[in-house]
């Protein structure tokens, strides 16, 4: 039995078409996997950086505030190098907190901690400052670590999403025994 030329043309019309179709799906997704990735990745470098930065400041600002303490009546601190300090930390937890998830565990406790920071700021104690700016690297680093993971898991196929899905839940789980233990944001 010998086919008909037109059903064979037909046949060969309808594989060109489904690979054109495979082939632009797929390169679609690859257009939108590495522009993800790497927006995130810019993201995280930012993140990272103005958090560096900010708890930076805030260790600054601790220290003065506790030298003008010891030194009492001695050396005065400078009072514009500090209020400019303080506009700095403050422009910083804005940045930062527009930087986060709202809706993020790991991400509202950081802007928790973030909202605390001025008043602390003002304390001639700068103890309660560092613990603050500890818990703040410390809730940081989880939130680094979860973004990623979710970079690292973006290029990876069905099954591997899976499991990254499942090890991000894990992390999750030790994350609020963090939040329990080393991590309590109650010593604020």
Not at 6 to 24: H, R
Not at 34 to 62: F, M, P
Not at 95 to 101: A, P
């Amino acid at each position: 039995m010998k086919l008909d030329p037109i059903i064979v043309a037909f046949i060969a019309l309808a594989g060109v078409i489904l690979s054109a179709l495979i082939s632009k799906l797929i390169s679609g997704r690859t257009l939108y996997i590495n522009a993800v990735t790497v927006e995130r990745s810019k993201w995280i470098d930012k993140l990272r950086e103005n958090i560096a930065t900010c708890s930076g400041h805030l260790r600054t600002l601790s220290y003065q505030s506790e030298l003008a303490e010891i030194r009492a009546t001695v050396v005065p601190i400078n009072p514009a190098e500090q209020d400019a300090l303080v506009k700095e930390i403050n422009k910083l937890i804005s940045l930062i907190s527009l930087q986060l998830n709202p809706f993020g565990e790991i991400d509202r406790n950081i802007i928790s901690i973030l909202a605390r920071m001025p008043a602390l700021a003002n304390s001639r104690n700068g103890e309660k400052l560092r613990t603050a700016d500890d818990l703040l690297i410390k809730h940081s680093q989880w939130l680094l670590k979860a973004e990623w993971e979710k970079v690292k898991s973006e290029p990876r196929g069905f099954v591997l999403k899976r499991y990254a899905a499942i090890k991000a839940r894990c992390q999750l789980h030790r994350y609020r025994q963090f939040c329990k233990n080393a991590g309590s944001l109650s010593v604020l």
